[in-house]
């Protein structure tokens, strides 16, 4: 195409996206005169950019945990919405928000996966700005080849306006993430003045063990925004109390930590869910969606479910990180590692270990109760169940031909298990309480149950 005239035709189309913001288009079914339906279209897509998240995830630094669960949250839930008009039967959660998001010309067709990649393209440069340049590279590779397909598929006209309408989208749902100061770029400073100096007030809270990072990571994160769960539900159940009784609960849960090791499964379960180390895999909140890309590749899921099921797997990881940690630093419970050294065996070590650096022993910095991974893996759970059924059975291949840890994959009956197997993972790794792990999959739960209910249809 002549570069000159698909400028102009750029700029004309540009215009025309802009006034489509106007209040006076009426809400017509859109699911009519608009192209073809999202669901006529494959997730080959979804998947590779879902690919490309888990390493943008992996290797960024200061995302994991809170970060990367808000951003896969708007990133998704900006696909969403420049989709959605080709789904029928949905509809935009915009007004549930309050966004003022512009709909699609009505008679005008759309090619949805075109739009699908402008926002991609356009949100992860915007939210993955300090990453090297190999994978600034590969954002921008990934985007061009798609573009490049989608313009020798469809009309230059329906490529240019479907490029548009995701570019708007994109930039009105990045300016709203603006909008949240606490969450919105929390990457450039897990701290923003924490010192666990200033919370420590007796045995029983939280302190940094003698490995790793020596303070709090987002400890303001629980007052970042969310989407489906209000102000009541952001703090879960209160834990056991904490003693140094031995006829205590809780002194029998530190004991259990300190026997689960001996299970000759431990290392094999407990590494298979980690995910807990930067660069040397994908972080806990993503990890449902390393296993919804294999979901959608089994189930040769369409382009429309796909896109469903990641905003609401991105919803609930943003839910879940505001939640979890606003409840970590109100409980601000010490780590079975504190408390087992304290009171039971000074030669208690978890058995988290780095096979990058070669450091062992590796508890997470950040209060233990309620568990982040338990959480993260029963919510996600509910909204995969949801759309895929509660007795939907798989092997896991997350980690399948892992060469530094034990990642053969494991078989499951349902993502209920699943998530269950992710929370009991944490006891044998010796990171968490039994409390910590069953009130996460209880509070996940709720939370993946909130994102079903939202209006999703209509």
Known sequence: MNRLFKNLFLGAMTILVVASCRKDIPDTDTSKNLGKEASTYDSKIIIDYNNLYLELDRMAANYRPCPTARTFGYLNLA????????????????????????????????????????????????YFPHVNEDLKNDIAAIEKRYEDLYEDQVAIDVFERSKLYGLTIATKIWEWSTTDKVGHD????????????????????????????????????????????????KICRPPLTMTD?????????????????????????????????????????VRFVAIANQVYGLEKANFAKAVLTNAKLGVTTNDVAVCVWNSKYHYNIERPETYIKR???????????????????????FPAYPSGHSTFGAAAAEVLADEFGFAYSMTDRCHENRTNFDGRPRSFNSFHEMALENAISRIYLGVHFRMDCDEGVRYGQEIGRRVNKLPWKG
């Open 79 to 126: 696909c969403y919405e420049a989709v959605v008009h080709g789904m029928p039967g949905y509809r935009s959660l915009a007004p549930t928000f309050g966004i003022d998001l512009p709909e699609p010309f009505a008679g005008n067709e759309y090619h949805w996966p075109t739009a699908f990649n402008a926002v991609q393209g356009y949100l992860l440069r915007r």
């Open 186 to 233: 929390a990457y450039l400073d897990p701290f923003r003045g924490y010192n666990w100096v200033n919370t420590f007030k007796k045995d029983g809270d939280w302190k940094p063990t003698n490995v790793g990072i020596q303070n709090g990571i987002f400890p303001y994160f629980g007052s970042a925004r969310t989407f489906a769960v209000e102000d009541a539900l």
């Open 245 to 285: 009784d031995p006829s205590s609960e809780i002194y029998a849960q530190g004991l259990e930590v300190v026997n689960a090791q001996k299970n000759p499964n431990a290392g094999w379960i407990g590494v298979f869910w980690s995910d807990d180390l930067s660069e040397l895999t994908f972080s806990p909140p």
């Open 343 to 365: 009171v039971i065996t000074p030669n208690f070590n978890t058995i988290l270990n780095n096979p990058l650096n070669g450091v062992k022993g590796i508890t997470p910095p």
